[in-house]
Each structure stands twice: as C-alpha cells, then as structure tokens.
C-alpha cells in the first residue's frame, strides 16, 4: 500500500542500485522517482486517450515535496478536462527547439559574433542593413534547417530581377559566409548554399548621374533642411565615401588651408588620406551649425553621427523627381562618388590623379611602383577638385561665372 511521503524521508532517501518509483498515498498518481545514479525527480502517470501516460514534472530538490503535490494536482486537473499534460510538454520542447533553429534569432546570431567583430562601424552598417532588409523579411518564421538552394536562388534571383545586381553580388558573398558560420557553429549538417552560381559575372555597378541630374540633385539640396543637405553636396563635392562624410570630426579639418586630413582609422581601405577642399566645399563646411562642443560635424544629438539615410534618400528622390518631370531611376548615394569620378575624368583629370582623390589602394599605378610611389600630387589634386567644383557651378547656374555663390541653405 502507498504511504504518504515526507519531507524528511525524501532528503533521507536511500539510493539502491535499481530505479525506485514510489507512489504518494496523499496525491495519488504522484510519483517520487530514484534513479541509481542519485537523480531524484517527480512524475505523474494518469490515462489519456485509452494509454497510460507519464509526465515527468522536475528534479527533486529543485521541487520539494509541497510543491510537487501542488504541480501534480494541477495537472491531473487538466487531465480531467481532456487534455494530456505529456503531449503538451512535447509540442513546447519540439516549438523551443525550432526556435533555436529561427533563421531571424540566427541571423542576429551572426551578426553579434561574426559582423560587428570583424568589422569596421561603417561596413557592420552596411552589411547589417542589407541583411535586415533582404534576408529576414523574405525567410521570416523560417527554420534554416529547411532551407534549400532554390530558396537562395529564388532570393538572388528577386534581387537581380528588380534590377539591383550590385546588391545581388554584396548578398551572394554575405550569405556565403553566414552559411559557413552556420556550419561551424553546427545550425546546419549541410548547405543550401552549396555550388550557387554567382548572380552576375564581375558585373560593376557604372551608374553615374547626367549633366540634367547633376543639377537636380544639386539644386534638391539646396532644399532640404540640415544636415542630410549639406552632407550630399559635400559628397559630390569630394567624391569621397559617404561614411567618411557623415561621420567627419572638426579636428579633421583645416578650412584655412583647405585641406581634410582623412585618419586611417576612418578610411575604408585603412589608408590615412588628404582632400584638398575647393572653395564651394569650405563655404559649405563653414556654413554648418554646431551641436554643443560636438566633434562631429554631422550630428543631431552630438553623440552620434546622423543616421535616417534611407529616409533622406526618399525625400531627396521626390525632391528631385519635382526638378527632373521624372522619378531617377536606380541610383544610390554611392553614385555621387562615381559621379564626381567620371566627372574629373571628362574634364581632362588623368586617371592616377582620380584614383588618388578617391583614396583607391589599386589602379593606375600598381605593384612595386604603388610602393615606391610616394608623391602625393597635392597640387594635382586641388586643381582636379577645384576643376570639379567649377563644373557643378556651371551646371547648377548656367554659365560658367554664374557659379553656386553659394545657396548653402
């Protein structure tokens, strides 16, 4: 017959060398169970659908006898009502494990381990950014166990259709390595992303804006508030990265010499950098107001460089589409440094100046002469840039001398 257990016979219990399952005479289907290795723990066997059931509710001492009663009358009260206590902790255990298997808890995941420790700031951005946007709103709910090859074809292909190859290229090679890390981090035994064509064969993105559209954009602005304004005419002013702008700090800068001493550790290719400023860029820079005794030239909080770019581009797309009589079509903020490239190039810029102004760590001059090479070309560099800035007044007023003079708003 089963005795009701006690408090004190519990902790005194003697382990035997085969498993004990003794019964509570005070809460009968309640079972204090002993294993020979020393594991205490409490379970409930009751019938469901016609089939005895257990279900084994936690380790003792972790629940004491008090509690385990209550736990099990509880549950032999659900019992009553139809439902199966043993089922339920199943479906919870298999809907746990599917969550570690998420592919938008993963994908955070990599970003915490992978992205922002081997990256710099600006490229955990980026990166971060497209996978947010590209990944987890089309794999959403998904378990990354079950994804296929056609499912990342199928994404790639999507990208590439909606006439975004370069995006399509940037997501081939972050999903290449977020596979690899869910490999090694054992997510997955196999990978979808095995043998995936590339989306484009070494395509290059070339957009570069119009004479027409140099001029809208310019003039758009000039219609915007700050500082998402003055930060794009910086951009096509320089050419450099947008990044780089957005996060430059005054001790940078030297407005007097007209010069923007860019530090390596600011630069994408870690290479510190000297922009010369033509006259409209100093104006501009002059013209910004500073928040408290920020450092940051661009900033709403004085903590933080700014940050809504995507909603800045949008108001600056419908800003411009007003300017034009038509939406402009495919074109990222990138496209201003490309711009400025192509710009310098047509007006008769040599290419190893241009590469020089962008701060390329390849090109024109290679091997060991990129080595040896030390002249900086200042004074070539400043021409280019005043040359440039000289081409945007003419586009922006019409004749050469009807230059920006300077709408800085």
């Not at 992978?114 to 971060?128: D, G, L, V, Y």
């Not at 219609?223 to 957005?246: K, N």
């Not at 581009?313 to 495919?330: I, M, N, Q, S, Y």
């Not at 100046?353 to 070539?380: F, P, Q």
Request: one cysteine or more; proline letters at 5%.
């Amino acid at each position: 017959m089963a005795k009701s257990l006690t408090a004190k016979a519990i902790e005194n219990w003697t382990v035997s060398d085969k498993r004990q399952e003794v019964p509570d005479r005070l809460t009968p289907g309640l079972y204090f169970v002993v294993q020979p290795s020393g594991k205490k723990s409490w379970a409930i066997r009751y019938r469901s659908e016609r089939r005895t059931r257990k279900f084994t509710m936690g380790t003792y001492p972790k629940i004491g006898l008090k509690e385990a009663r209550e736990l099990a009358s509880e549950a032999l009260k659900q019992v009553q009502l139809g439902e199966d206590p043993a089922a339920d902790k199943t479906a919870r255990q298999s809907e746990k494990q599917a969550g570690t298997f998420n592919v938008e808890r993963i994908i955070a995941d990599y970003i915490e381990r992978h992205i922002k420790r081997n990256n710099k700031p600006s490229t955990q951005a980026e990166f971060i950014r497209l996978m947010n946007r590209e990944f987890v709103p089309i794999w959403q709910g998904r378990d990354i166990r079950e994804l296929t090859r056609r499912d990342v074809i199928a994404l790639l292909d999507g990208i590439i259709d909606r006439g975004s190859p370069y995006v399509a290229q940037q997501s081939y090679a972050i999903l290449s390595r977020f596979f690899r890390f869910c490999l090694e981090r054992d997510y997955l035994e196999t990978s979808p992303f095995t043998n995936i064509p590339k989306p484009t064969k070494g395509m290059s993105r070339d957009r570069v804006l119009s004479d027409e559209e140099i001029k809208a954009f310019w003039l758009s602005a000039t219609e915007m508030d700050w500082p998402f304004g003055h930060l794009y005419r910086l951009l096509l002013l320089t050419g450099q990265r947008r990044d780089e702008v957005a996060e430059a700090r005054w001790g940078e800068f030297d407005l007097e010499q007209r010069l923007w001493m860019l530090p390596a550790d600011r630069a994408k290719n870690d290479l510190s950098h000297v922009v010369h400023l033509s006259e409209p860029a100093v104006v501009l820079l002059k013209a910004l107001p500073t928040v408290g005794e920020s450092e940051l030239l661009f900033t709403t909080n004085g903590k933080r460089p700014i940050s809504g770019f995507s909603r800045a581009k949008r108001k600056l797309d419908a800003l411009v589409e007003g300017h034009l009589g038509h939406e402009p079509k495919d074109w990222r903020i990138h496209d201003f440094r490309r711009t400025a490239a192509s710009g310098m190039a047509a007006i008769g810029i040599a290419p190893h100046v241009v590469e020089k102004i962008l701060n390329h760590k390849s090109g024109t001059i290679r091997g060991v002469a990129a080595i040896y090479n030390r002249h900086e070309y200042r004074e070539e560099t400043k021409t280019a840039l005043d040359a440039w800035a000289s081409r945007i007044e003419a586009l922006v007023g019409n004749q050469p001398d009807n230059v920006i003079r300077l709408e800085v708003g």
